[in-house]
Nanobody
């Protein structure tokens, strides 16, 4: 059974940092395309950080230079290091994965339907 479980959310002051984790089970995440999306109240879900099975990364302009996506293959875990948080970063953050078998995924996609597995979300709140 494929499952993604996020953790690491919380409340911080503006300028603070958090690290989100996403533990994958039921598949080998190192070869998959994975991403972090976020959704603030009243707004559409948006992709903020992406990584391919070849370790290529991409970031939205709103987080570039502040957020870093990485993975620990032995732990089958995806991370999102978030620095210099500001109130505009307040949202529920979701981990997403595209898994259709063991072939290595090479595409960066910001389209939600590209990903077929999602975590339950973790809340991040940054206050001024």
């Amino acid at each position: 059974q494929v499952q993604l479980v996020e953790s690491g959310g919380g409340s911080v002051q503006a300028g603070g940092s958090l690290r989100l984790s996403c533990v994958a089970s039921g598949f080998t995440s190192s070869s998959t395309c994975m991403a972090w999306f976020r959704q603030a109240p009243g707004r559409e879900r948006e992709g903020v950080a992406f990584v391919t099975g070849y370790a290529t990364t991409w970031y939205s302009e709103s987080v570039k230079g502040r957020f870093t996506i990485s993975r620990d293959s032995p732990k089958n875990t995806l991370y999102l290091q978030m620095n210099s948080l500001n109130p505009e970063d307040t949202a529920t953050y979701y981990c997403a994965a595209r898994w259709h078998g063991p072939s290595r995924c090479l595409e960066i996609s910001r389209t939600q339907s590209f990903y077929n597995y999602w975590g339950q979300g973790t809340q991040v709140t940054a206050s001024s």
